[in-house]
């Protein structure tokens, strides 16, 4: 089993539509990080927790929103989904402020 | 805010041949990790480097670290059809928001 596990992997969706993404992990890390892939663009940070009470706004935040349930768990919510959040989603988590970062398999998100 | 600039967008090479991407900071960086992504997967980490003009091998790749700190290299030696993906750097600055991303080079290679 993977340790960073996200779901759905793929999802299309209507706009205006509210949209959850979720990311669960069993490598017992204390950071957790959201992360948004498009063509040409690289990963770009949405936010990131480095633990149960901490949330953070990363570089392209606007449109979305988290929660962290648990040590374990953390979850990626577009309130009302518009096409150009279409896109591929990475959950990631680390142990370190600048360590290694695991990634999950990715959500694809169409928005049509 | 920190810029991470990374070269080329895509590289076509023979296979056999070498390949090298490249990665510029707008500022010092504390250090630099690399990631690989094949194609429809993840990016999986690689390497992270950390003193100044610092180099690591892993068999045919040779990671650098610039002694500005500023810019680093991947060069991978007579690639071979597994090398296929996007690799890229990403760079640490200080404080707390962590790692900034270069867009990555897209890496074909051609039989």
């Known amino acids: 089993d993977a340790d960073v596990t996200q779901t759905p992997r793929n999802r299309i969706t209507k706009t205006g539509k509210r949209i959850m993404l979720e990311c669960s992990q069993t490598?017992?890390?204390?950071?957790m990080y959201w992360y948004r892939q498009d063509p040409g663009l690289g990963l770009r940070l949405i936010y990131y927790?480095?633990?149960?009470?901490?949330?953070n706004k990363g570089e392209i935040s606007d449109g979305y929103s988290v929660s962290r349930q648990a040590q374990a768990k953390f979850s990626l919510s577009l309130e009302s989904a518009i096409p150009n959040q279409t896109a591929l989603y990475f959950c990631?988590?680390?142990?370190?402020?600048?360590?290694?970062?695991?990634f999950g398999e990715g959500s694809r998100l169409t928005v049509l | 805010g920190q810029q991470v600039m990374q070269i080329p967008q895509y590289q076509h090479v023979q296979e056999g041949e070498d390949f090298t991407t490249y990665c510029n900071s707008s500022?010092?960086?504390?250090?630099i990790q690399w990631y690989k992504q094949r194609p429809g997967g993840h990016p999986v980490f690689l390497i992270q480097?950390?003193?100044?003009?610092e180099v690591k091998k892993q068999k045919r790749l040779t990671f650098q670290f610039g002694e500005a700190k500023k810019n680093s290299s991947l060069h991978i030696t007579a690639t071979q059809t597994t090398d296929v993906g996007t690799y890229f750097c990403?760079?640490?600055?200080?404080?707390?928001?962590?790692?900034?991303f270069g867009k990555g080079t897209h890496l074909i290679i051609q039989p």
């Open positions: 990631a988590t680390s142990d370190l402020l600048v360590g290694e970062l695991f």
């Open positions: 490598k017992g890390h204390d950071r």
């Open positions: 927790s480095f633990d149960v009470k901490d949330i």
């Open positions: 500022t010092t960086l504390s250090n």
């Open positions: 480097l950390v003193k100044s003009g």
């Open positions: 990403a760079g640490y600055e200080g404080g707390a928001d962590g790692l900034t």
